[in-house]
């Protein structure tokens, strides 16, 4: 977040002030908002973000401390999450596992911190492992039909999955996400394949988050559509990766 | 007199009856001009009656005759008639008229009015016939009696009375019983006659015949018509004339482009302009041909130079094409605002688009700066001052429609740069001049770095002038053996690099070199100098060679060269190996230095084996012999000069990355949140007149400057901008 101007960051701790969120989520809804800290702030009250903090839930607290790491007793580190995932009885491989990482305000692979892990399981109502595997039954649910949500999670999964201190994605991570998030997204396997040869083979260079994101928008809205990539404008705003896929595809 | 007075006497006679205890009092004097004016209208109708009778014998011409002869005497009569009542208009008609009766005119209107009823409007079909049939025999060649339609056109307009003030002219007689007829006739005759005239002629001869009868009719109007006419007599000889046959105009254009036809073209430019959109498919093929014949002419060129194209020639020729036509948009076009586009067009299309720029599109401002160059180097044939002035205006001319103006600029800069350095410009003016007009066509930043090259060689000047001081103040006449000149310039602003070589100065020189860095740092410490082995050259005297005069040679070489050469003071032969440890040249500039004083035999290859070969040796040649004393030896290597061209060309891409990049930055640094579309249009916008940025080129910019977190998507297409 280095890239904030001065002006910025003043609004995300004024932000953060009012509604004590998280100087993350701040910048989030500031920069939707094109930096109007009012409008951001009552956008985030909206979308009940804030769900007015109760009060912190000893159940929860207890779980957290259960899993926590011995070291840093402010997180859950790697083998506390791999036990607290087999606990919930879901496969690590599982794409519900980004799901829930984008629920807690996972920093990064294999670790939550006790605020996310707490603010989180509290929205979601569950304090206890069999309420949390409910809610993670419904997370599931929701990955599948709810198309914002998967925005969300798949957004979320490229800060989630780099490399810490990098911009980009190294392709074959972003190659291994786009197998257990996209691969079902793509209209059929034929063009999945495609995608990945034409990345690996072609375009070799690592994935940068614009890409990412676009990507989805660009399974949805042009290899979706029967005709989308007939009218495919190279012209348009997306990013010129997916020119080179588009004439790629039509080579 | 007499009459007038009894008019009087007639009118006012009444009233004292009147006032005498008759209570109608006003009425009176009324019914007595009434009386009169009736018997006035009588009157008048009698004798019109008599004077159509009379008419009934005469047709066509003499018709006209007896018209006009008759009118003119009836309207002197009605004048007089008018003075003599009038006593009676100003008073009993003026009453009349006040109170509303429309149909009471004053005398002399009165006898126009009933002229018109009584016997124009029972003979003016008859009458019109006739005049019309004069028009045409006009027409067809034949004299007639102009002022005799002019004495009709008169009576008809003078017969347009207006209801409400007589004295206000109306047209209306005129414009119904004369022009419309008059009209209608005239285009029936031209259309036969252009239809008959086309099937007939060439379509030359009849846009002269057109010519002329527009000229005819405008001269009509003038002769006898009355001038309101001339508009709706233009406009349908327009159309019958031009209009009906703009499409057979139309289609002769192109056989007249080709053959050159100057005159002709102003002919049809001239027709064409005079009707609604008659020029617009013109333009178009105009364009086309232009275009055409500019491909054709370097197609041409390119297929008998091949390879070794002429700057110049290929200049010449676009030039040539571009005058051509440029000449005849002036004459024949009247310089049209359209055909000068469409001419812009055409040429800007043939300049970058040729069969030369096939290749690599930025061959045509490659081939331009090189032509500038040639111009601009001093040679045996320098040209003289205005024509160089005027050839450099030619170029300008080229360089107005060049697409790529930055690659002509890095050539340009790359040319200036040599032609400074070593000293080979024709003259500062002439360089100066061409500054000032590529400032003048692209703004002051186009030519900043040219500028500060010009300023760099004034300060090295004076740079010099103190080295030279200071080094005779502290230093013996024996110590100061060498001349030396520097150039001093800014690493920013030249398109000069070091070259990837090591290499020992000779010892002659370690102390001029020395000397001249210490002195440079004492002036501005901390800057950093770097020295252009490549581009140093010099001088040295031989006076061994036996043939040699008492003056002896003079060898103007390299300054590698003179590492090669120095030694031989020592020794007369040195093995290749000898010579890579002496001056630790790498092979590529040893080899290249020696090949040239082995080629001129300066030096001897000893045995077989090419220059550059391991163990070769090389041998001062004692018996040198030449026809000049000054003796060239420091000719660029080949592979420089290669080296140069495709340096350039690549600088060039990464010069216009920047300048994409900057260009986008600086508009979404103004407008904060733009869509796609939008930014891409501005961004080639503000470039286009630098180079065409083409898009994808763009969005790969985009792409690298959100990565770098500059912009942002902030939704679908839309970007803001990130301090």
């Not at chain 2, 031009?242 to 102003?266: P, S, T, V």
């Not at chain 2, 000149?485 to 690493?491: H, K, P, Q």
């Not at chain 2, 640094?669 to 286009?688: D, F, G, P, S, W």
């Amino acid at each position: 977040m280095s890239s904030l101007t001065s002006a910025q960051r003043n609004a995300v701790s004024q932000f953060a002030a009012a509604t004590g969120a998280s100087t993350r989520s701040a910048t989030t809804y500031l920069r939707n908002n094109a930096w109007n800290v009012e409008r951001a702030v009552d956008e985030y009250y909206d979308s009940g973000a804030a769900a007015t903090p109760k009060k912190e839930s000893k159940a929860v607290v207890e779980l957290f401390e259960k899993y926590k790491d011995p070291e840093d007793p402010s997180t859950i580190g790697i083998d506390g999450t791999i036990n607290y995932i087999q606990d919930l009885g879901v496969a690590l491989e599982d794409p519900v596992v980004l799901a829930l990482a984008c629920k807690l305000e996972g920093p990064t692979m294999g670790q939550f911190t006790k605020q996310g892990f707490i603010k989180g399981w509290q929205s979601m109502n569950a304090d206890t492992i069999p309420k949390m595997k409910k809610a993670v039954e419904s997370l599931s649910t929701d990955l599948a039909n709810d198309p914002a949500f998967f925005k969300q999670v798949y957004r979320f999964t490229f800060g989630f999955v780099r490399p810490q201190g990098q911009r980009v994605l190294p392709l074959d991570t972003a190659v291994e996400y786009w197998k257990l998030l996209l691969e079902d997204k793509f209209p059929s396997e034929d063009l999945f394949c495609k995608w990945i040869t034409f990345v690996t083979a072609e375009h070799k260079k690592a994935v940068p988050k614009d890409t990412w994101n676009m990507l989805l928008d660009f399974v949805v809205n042009v290899l979706g559509p029967d005709n989308g990539l007939d009218s495919y404008d190279a012209e348009g705003a997306w990013p010129s990766i997916f020119d080179e896929f588009v004439a790629y595809l039509r080579r | 007199m007499r009459i007038y007075t009894a008019i009087y006497q007639f009118c006012t006679a009444a009233r004292p009856t009147t006032q005498v205890g008759h209570p109608a009092t006003s009425r009176g004097a009324q019914l007595l001009g009434a009386e009169l004016y009736n018997k006035l209208i009588e009157y008048l109708e009698i004798h019109l009656e008599n004077i159509k009778l009379e008419s009934g014998q005469f047709a066509d011409e003499s018709l006209i005759k007896y018209y006009i002869r008759t009118w003119n005497r009836y309207t002197t009569g009605a004048r007089y008639l008018n003075h003599i009542f009038e006593y009676l208009n100003r008073h009993w008609v003026k009453r009349e008229r006040d109170e509303g009766r429309r149909t009471v005119y004053d005398v002399n209107t009165l006898c126009l009015v009933k002229w018109r009823s009584v016997f124009f409007d029972s003979i003016q079909s008859k009458q019109m016939a006739a005049v019309l049939k004069l028009i045409e025999k006009q027409r067809n060649g034949e004299t007639i009696e102009n002022t005799d339609i002019k004495n009709i056109v008169g009576s008809f307009v003078n017969l347009g009375l207006d209801e409400h003030d007589s004295r206000k002219v109306s047209l209306s007689v005129y414009k119904t019983y004369f022009e419309g007829p008059f009209i209608a006739s005239t285009e029936t005759y031209y259309k036969d006659e252009s239809k008959r005239f086309v099937a007939e002629n060439s379509v030359v001869d009849y846009m002269k015949k057109a010519e002329v009868r527009l000229q005819e009719e405008t001269g009509r109007v003038q002769l006898y018509l009355h001038q309101s006419t001339e508009k709706i007599l233009m406009r349908t000889c327009e159309t019958v004339l031009i209009y009906d046959h703009a499409d057979l105009l139309r289609d002769e254009f192109q056989n007249l482009l080709e053959a050159n036809r100057q005159e002709d073209l102003k002919r049809m430019f001239t027709l064409l302009s005079r009707i609604q959109n008659g020029l617009e498919p013109l333009r178009g093929k105009f364009e086309t041909h232009v275009r055409k014949q500019g491909l054709a002419a370097i197609e041409k060129l390119a297929t008998e130079a091949g390879e070794n194209l002429d700057p110049k020639a290929y200049v010449d020729a676009l030039l040539e094409v571009y005058r051509q036509y440029a000449h005849l948009v002036q004459y024949a076009f009247s310089d049209d605002t359209d055909f000068v586009k469409s001419l812009d067009n055409a040429c800007r299309e043939f300049i970058n688009r040729n069969k030369v720029c096939s290749q690599s599109s930025s061959k045509s401002p490659e081939l331009l700066a090189k032509y500038s160059d040639a111009l601009l180097k001093k040679s045996g044939k320098s040209a003289e001052d205005s024509d160089l002035d005027a050839k450099l205006n030619d170029i300008m001319t080229i360089f107005k429609y060049i697409d790529d103006k930055d690659v002509f600029q890095k050539f340009y800069t790359r040319m200036l740069s040599r032609r400074l350095v070593h000293g080979t410009s024709t003259s500062d003016d002439a360089e100066s001049s061409m500054i000032s007009k590529l400032k003048e066509a692209c703004g002051h930043e186009y030519t900043s770095k040219l500028q500060r090259m010009f300023q760099d060689m004034n300060v090295s000047q004076d740079l010099q002038i103190q080295f030279r001081e200071a080094m005779a103040k502290n230093l013996e006449p024996s110590e100061l053996t060498i001349d030396f000149t520097i150039l001093v310039l800014g690493t920013n602003f030249w398109p000069l690099t070091p070259i990837n070589t090591t290499f020992n100065l000779p010892d002659e020189l370690v102390k001029t070199f020395e000397r001249f860095q210490s002195f440079y740092q004492s002036k501005h410490s901390g800057r950093k100098l770097t020295w252009l082995w490549q581009l140093s050259k010099g001088e040295l005297k031989a006076n061994y060679p036996k043939s040699s005069n008492k003056v002896g040679y003079t060898f103007q070489v390299s300054t590698f060269q003179m590492a090669i050469l120095l030694p031989y003071n020592n020794g007369d032969t040195y093995s290749y190996e000898q010579l890579q440890q002496i001056t630790a040249l790498n092979k590529e500039y040893l080899v290249g230095s020696l090949a040239i004083l082995v080629k001129a035999r300066v030096l001897l290859l000893e045995g077989s084996g090419e220059v550059g070969d391991p163990g070769t040796r090389y041998t001062l040649n004692m018996d040198f012999k030449n026809k000049k004393i000054r003796v060239n030896l420091n000719i660029p290597l080949r592979s420089e000069q290669k080296q140069d061209t495709e340096t350039t060309h690549k600088t060039i891409e990464e010069d216009r990355k920047m300048l994409m990049q900057s260009a986008i930055v600086r508009i979404m640094k103004a407008r904060k949140v733009l869509k796609h579309v939008v930014l891409v249009q501005e961004t080639i916008a503000q470039i286009k007149s630098r180079f065409t940025p083409k898009v994808p080129e763009i969005k790969k910019c985009i792409d690298f400057l959100i990565e770098k977190e500059y912009l942002e998507r902030i939704d679908g297409d839309r970007y803001s901008y990130l301090a």
